[in-house]
T-cell receptor, first 112, second 110 residues
Framework: NAGVTQTPKFRVLKTGQSMTLLCAQD?????MYWYRQDPGMGLRLIHY???????AKGEVPDGYNVSRLKKQNFLLGLESAAPSQTSVYFC???????????FGPGTRLTVT | QQPVQSPQAVILREGEDAVINCSSS?????VHWYRQKHGEAPVFLMI?????EQKGHEKISASFNEKKQQSSLYLTASQLSYSGTYFC???????????FGTGTRLTIIP
């Protein structure tokens, strides 16, 4: 089992560019999450999904969109990147809400 | 609203004990503990549920005081491998999502 994988691992964008981060899990989990981690801020929830075809906003959703077309994949999109979106992005999945979350290795995004 | 962790950082010698605290302003359903090593993903340690017992494995254990909405993580006879940043995550009653604290950086020196 690969667990939770994320692509890409690193990315540099110019302000205004767009990109999509891909998260995949092979544990048949219903719940998937996107977090951002900034120094001194901990992990903050961007968006989450409680099953295929569903998405919901988390604590810091502005500037991001998500889609969950397949149960195993959860995509995070930035339509027009801003320097404030420079961060490390983690995807996670869990069997049920409030259960143990399994995290991917992270994507380090820099917006210049 | 983020839970508050204390201390923010602690340095210990190998073999010493540590306690990390986590408190919330909301009534809690569960508390999660994760450890993150530098440059890596957070890794799950344990969950404490409302009405549940104190949990632990090996030399790492935790408690959950429901009345005070507080949890503490206990690391006994710390090892070098315990170094990292520890995060608590709290899930309030009412089906709200897990919210993580800002972390406690633990450094173990030989």
């Amino acid at each position: 089992n690969a667990g939770v994988t994320q692509t890409p691992k690193f990315r540099v964008l110019k302000t205004g560019q767009s990109m999509t981060l891909l998260c995949a899990q092979d544990m048949n989990h219903e719940y998937m999450y996107w977090y951002r981690q900034d120094p001194g801020m901990g992990l903050r929830l961007i968006h989450y999904s409680v099953g295929e075809g569903t998405t919901a906003k988390g604590e810091v959703p502005d500037g991001y969109n998500v889609s969950r077309l397949k149960k195993q994949n959860f995509l995070l999109g930035l339509e027009s990147a801003a320097p404030s979106q420079t961060s490390v992005y983690f995807c996670a999945s869990s069997y049920q809400d409030a259960y143990e979350q399994y995290f991917g290795p992270g994507t380090r995004l820099t917006v210049t | 609203q983020q839970p508050v962790q204390s201390p923010q950082a602690v340095i210990l010698r190998e073999g010493e004990d540590a306690v990390i605290n986590c408190s919330s302003s909301k009534a809690l359903y569960s508390v999660h503990w994760y450890r993150q090593k530098h440059g890596e993903a957070p890794v799950f340690l344990m969950i404490l549920l409302k009405g549940g017992e104190q949990k632990g494995h090996e030399k790492i254990s935790a408690s959950f005081n429901e009345k005070k909405q507080q949890s503490s993580l206990y690391l006994t006879a710390s090892q070098l491998s315990y170094s990292g940043t520890y995060f608590c995550g709290t899930a309030p009653l009412g089906n709200e999502k897990l919210t993580f604290g800002t972390g406690t950086r633990l450094t173990i020196i030989p």
